[in-house]
T-cell receptor, first 111, second 115 residues
Framework: QKEVEQDPGPLSVPEGAIVSLNCTYS??????FMWYRQYSRKGPELLMY????GNKEDGRFTAQVDKSSKYISLFIRDSQPSDSATYLC???????????FGKGTKLSVIP | GAVVSQHPSWVICKSGTSVKIECRSL??????MFWYRQFPKQSLMLMAT?????????EQGVEKDKFLINHASLTLSTLTVTSAHPEDSSFYIC???????????FGSGTRLTVV
């Protein structure tokens, strides 16, 4: 079993839809959770960073962490064509800079 | 905000030659830099961790003699792919720790094609 599992999609939604992206993980040592957006042939850019279980909101983006279930989610409200990209979840252990990434989910928002 | 510049953004080289990729933190000092490789439709795989002034730590399965990493200053790390072969063709991405609240800033990546 991989440490981080993420459905690669692709996921296609109409503009304005709510998008739900998810990752599961197996190692309870992961304490920090991140969501990155990666456009084609570009480096990842950070969208959300969370530490504790619960929700964190930033504009149209909401990150959710459930440590008891080892499950994290990213919700995108009012999705836009510009949101079309690959979304990667990533996580790290306490005291470590090293990130473990999911495979990424490719999202297409259709106008 | 923190910026990491990675150069070149793409390179094509002949099989058997060496290619150097640079990763610079522009507005902060990066004590630790990471090098990742990403194949099409795959996630980022950590290749090595480099700390300024010391030898890089390579992940299992990554040939340290083939992928030479030098972190000579707090703002520059380089990855040299030696004797490149077509199977080394990939997207290489660096990240630097120290520029953001929790420390991860990525470069824009280098697409290497070995022909």
């Amino acid at each position: 079993q991989k440490e981080v599992e993420q459905d690669p999609g692709p996921l296609s939604v109409p503009e304005g839809a709510i998008v739900s992206l998810n990752c599961t993980y197996s190692n309870s040592a992961f304490q920090y959770f991140m969501w990155y957006r990666q456009y084609s042939r570009k480096g990842p850019e950070l969208l959300m960073y969370t530490y504790s279980s619960g929700n964190k909101e930033d504009g149209r983006f909401t990150a959710q962490v459930d440590k008891s279930s080892k499950y994290i989610s990213l919700f995108i409200r009012d999705s836009q064509p510009s949101d079309s990209a690959t979304y990667l979840c990533a996580m790290s252990k306490a005291g470590s800079y090293q990130l473990t990434f999911g495979k990424g989910t490719k999202l297409s928002v259709i106008p | 905000g923190a910026v990491v510049s990675q150069h070149p953004s793409w390179v094509i080289c002949k099989s058997g030659t060496s290619v150097k990729i640079e990763c610079r933190s522009l507005d902060f000092q990066a004590t630790t830099m990471f090098w990742y490789r990403q194949f099409p439709k795959q996630s980022l795989m950590l290749m090595a961790t480099s700390n300024e002034g010391s030898k890089a730590t390579y992940e299992q399965g990554v040939e340290k003699d083939k992928f030479l990493i030098n972190h000579a200053s707090l703002t520059l790390s380089t990855l040299t792919v030696t004797s490149a072969h077509p199977e080394d063709s990939s997207f290489y991405i660096c990240s630097a720790a120290g520029g953001a609240d929790y420390g991860y800033t990525f470069g824009s990546g280098t697409r290497l094609t070995v022909v």
